[in-house]
C-alpha cells in the first residue's frame, strides 16, 4: 500500500504546480495521470500576457500573479538545469485607426501600470512587420516552454516514484473510516485533488461545476524574416522559439467541435501571420489541445461541498501559465492552513449548482468485513 498525503489526478499545468508546492511544503504526494501528447497544456504556447484579451484589460491579478509565475519558473530552471521560462516585450499592432485611437484615449488614465511602455511613442520600424498604425510595447511578459517543463519534471517523477501515468477511476475511490481514501485497494491518501483539466466534466463529484471544453489549434512555422526578440499579438500570438521558428495561435472553438486539427484553424492562423509579417514562411506543424474554460473566466478552487476531503484545482483555461503557479499557492493555504481561497477563484460561489444526486451522494465505502 502506497501512503500519501495528497492524490493528484491529472498533470498538466495545475497538477505540475500543485505537486511543486505541496512537495516543496514537506506533504508526500503522488501523482496518476494518462499521458496525452495533446493536452491543453502541453499544446500551448505558454504566453505569459499582462494586457491582452479584445478589451485590451490589464489581466487580473496580474500584478500578483506575473511575479509569483517568474520565480517559479526559475525555481525549477536552477533545479533542473533546463531553460524554461523566456521574458520578453510583446508588442501589441492595431488592427484599425478605431483601436489606435480607443486605446490611447484609454491610456491618459494609465490603466495598465508599468506593464506597457509610452502608448504614445512611436514604434521603431521592425523588418518584416507589419506595424502600419502602430501599437504598444507591453513589458514584464513572455513565455514558458510547458511541453519541455512537464516533460523534465515527469523524468523526475517517475525516477522518484510521485508520478505515475495511468488511468484514474473515481468509482475506485473508497472512504476510510477514519477518514482517509483508499484508491484501488493499493493507495491510500488524507485528500484527493482533481487536476484532471477538461476531463472534470465527468468526474462524478465535480461535474456540477460550469466547465464547458475549449479547444484551441496552434501552428508551428518557420519564418526567416521575423525578428525572435518580441512576442507578437494580433488577433493572434506569435511566439519566437529560436532558430527562425515560432508557435502561432491560438484559434477558440466551443462545442460541438471536431476532434484534433482542422483545414479551417490552418487557414485562419495563417492569414493572422500574413496580417502581421509581409516575410513568406512555412507551416511545419499544427496541433489541437482541449482547454477547461469556466463561464465567469476564473479558475476553480476549493473542497467539495459534501465531502471534505476531495478537492478540485482546475478550470484555468488560456492562462493558466501565468495563473497556476500562485493559485497553487492559494490552494496548498487552503488544504494546508485553512486559509480559504480568494473569492474570485473559491467554488463556493457555485455551490447552489450543487444537488447531491446518484453520482455525487458520497465516495464509496468499504464492504463490511464478514
Known sequence: MTRVDYLLVGYGIAGATLAAELRARGYQVLVLDTFQPDSASRVAAGLMNPVAGK?????????????????????QEQRLGQRFFFELPILKLFSSVGEQNTI???????????????????????????QALGGLRIRRGGYVRVEELLSALAVEGEREGWLRHETFDWSQLVAQPDGSLIYAGRVQAQHVV?????????????????????????????????????????GAYVVPLGEHRFRVGATYRWPPFAEGITAEARQELSQRLHDMTDQSFR????????????RDRKPLLGTHPALPNVHIFNGLGSKGVMMAPRLAQVLADWLEKGIEPWPEVNIRRYFTLYSPGPASVGLATPAPRS
Open 55 to 75: 478589451r485590451f484589460a490589464l489581466a487580473w491579478r496580474a500584478d500578483e500573479l506575473l511575479p509569483a509565475a517568474a520565480v517559479f519558473y526559475q525555481a
Open 194 to 234: 482533481c487536476c484532471e483539466g477538461a476531463a472534470a466534466v465527468h468526474n462524478p463529484y465535480f461535474q456540477w461545476l460550469p466547465i464547458t471544453p475549449n479547444q484551441g489549434e496552434v501552428l508551428d512555422v518557420e519564418c526567416a524574416g521575423l525578428p525572435e526578440l518580441e512576442v507578437l499579438n494580433k
Open 283 to 294: 507551416v511545419t506543424g499544427q496541433r489541437a489541445g482541449v482547454r477547461p474554460a469556466v
Open 104 to 130: 490611447i484615449a484609454r491610456s491618459a488614465d494609465q490603466p495598465w501600470q508599468d506593464f506597457v511602455e509610452d502608448p504614445g511613442a512611436e514604434l521603431p520600424a521592425r523588418p518584416g512587420v507589419r
